[in-house]
């Protein structure tokens, strides 16, 4: 049953509606994910003892995953089900953070990671392919801003429920959290079809390769694809480091306010939640201020956020006064949450459906492999250096991204007087 991509376990196949699942879906991602990472931070490095260097490694084990398995598991949706993809996405998603948090050590920390990446390639550009054919591109275009929003929502109510059971034991709420993606998982199976999906014909793995091929064709015949492929090298190598060396820099360079303890946990918690609030305001005023089917309001935003995401990426590696340093780390998670309902509704502009997975995955694995390579390039430095330069660093190498914006800037403009006139 779980094969078919029309039916559900739900007697007669009764499914819930598309967008309203869909939303479900992104608040429930956003929570469980929250509950898992409220103190993640804070559990490996203080639990788990991770260094700088042991920090990056573990990212690199999410990302060389995912950079491995995304347009395997991209064709995957395109040929056979998104649905199914779904599923598996979310039920080794489970196992991945049952690992991760089972044993405080670099070892499962690192396993679970991999295997986390791994799970994430099933549903990265699955379930937004699936939306797409359910509701159309551009209903779905009108849906990822307000779907950012619920995620964001979900990530937010997460936190207080995260933070209380960190109280506890720092591994418990991550372990808590792969246990509802166990459960997720199986529900979906419920409540979850697909109509406006069409299976391919299966033929063995030439299917497969064609498939991929179609999707990286349609990626090199637009020069708007392969501008947001190359940017999203860029940023991949610059995110790692913030993502994985910011509870660092927090917490051993600039310090919270408070001391060890259970103040620590309260202070990443309310820092996740000002990060979260931040990013809904910001997601809800640049849907309001651009339109998914005029690609030119959405270049604009994404070039201003990205030199806003460069200043805040520079002046919080160099800020040495925790307001300053909270401030700035806090616009990093703001701008990026808001640019992300933006780039997927550029991404989506008049794809082929055949293989609109497989292209959503191969920008989910052009950021895997900016993540891959800039990465452990940042661990070094931090572990030779400092934490500070690596930081610093990281928000440089998106400089080379404002040109290649600008660029694609300057394309809609021409497109948009040319079908004026």
């Known amino acids: 049953m779980l094969a078919d991509s029309r039916a559900t376990l739900l007697p007669g196949g009764r499914p819930l509606p598309a967008r ?11 929570f469980f994910t929250m509950l898992a990472f409220a103190t993640y931070g804070l559990y490996v490095v203080r639990d788990a003892n991770l260094t700088a260097l042991e920090l990056i490694l573990v990212g ?18 395109d040929v056979y089900s998104r649905r199914l993809s779904v599923i598996l996405s979310l039920l080794f998603n489970a196992v991945a953070f049952v690992v991760m948090g089972a044993v405080a050590s670099f070892t499962f920390v690192f396993l679970g990671s991999f295997i986390w990446g791994f799970s994430f390639t099933f549903r990265s550009g699955a379930l937004e392919a699936w939306l797409a054919d359910e509701i159309g591109e551009d209903e779905a275009g ?14 937010l109510l997460g936190i207080p429920f995260g933070v209380a059971i960190a109280t506890i034991d720092l591994q418990l709420p991550i372990v808590v959290s792969g246990c509802l993606f166990g459960v997720l998982g199986i529900a979906v199976a419920f409540v979850m079809s697909e109509r406006g999906f069409t299976r391919g014909e299966v033929t063995g793995w030439g299917t497969v390769g064609r498939t991929a091929a179609a999707g990286i064709r349609e990626v090199r015949g637009r020069p708007a694809l392969m501008a ?27 310090g919270l306010p408070g001391g060890a303890g259970a103040d620590e946990a309260l202070w990443f918690g309310f820092m996740q939640a000002g990060g979260l609030l931040g990013a809904i305001g910001l997601t809800n005023l640049s849907g309001r201020f651009t339109d998914p089917t005029r690609p030119r309001t959405l270049v604009t935003a994404l070039l201003v956020f990205e030199a806003v995401l ?25 701008v990026r949450a808001a640019a992300e309902p933006l780039t997927l509704a550029w991404i989506n502009r008049g794809l082929d459906p055949r293989s609109r997975a497989t292209v959503l995955s191969l920008h989910g694995q052009s950021d895997a492999l900016g993540q891959g390579v800039g990465g452990p390039v940042l661990g070094v430095v931090a572990t030779f250096s400092t934490v500070r330069v690596a930081l610093v660093s990281a928000g440089l190498l998106l400089l080379p991204a404002l040109p290649i914006f600008a660029s ?8 948009a007087s040319e079908a004026a006139d």
């Open 142 to 155: 009108r849906t990822y801003g307000p779907a950012q929003q619920v995620m964001l929502l979900g990530q």
């Open 408 to 415: 694609q800037l300057r394309g809609e403009e021409e497109r």
């Open 228 to 254: 947001i492929m190359a940017i999203a090298v860029i940023g991949g190598a610059s995110s790692e480091s913030l993502d994985r060396l910011n509870p660092l820099l927090l917490v051993e360079e600039v």
């Open 310 to 334: 460069i200043l805040a990426m520079v002046a919080f590696g160099t800020a040495t006064v925790f307001v300053v340093a909270l401030t700035a780390y806090l616009m990093t998670g703001w």
């Open 20 to 30: 309203p699942l869909y939303l479900m879906l992104k608040g429930l991602l956003g």
């Open 60 to 77: 690199t084990a999410l990302e060389v995953s995912a950079f491995i398995f995304e347009v395997p598991t991209g064709v995957v949706a």
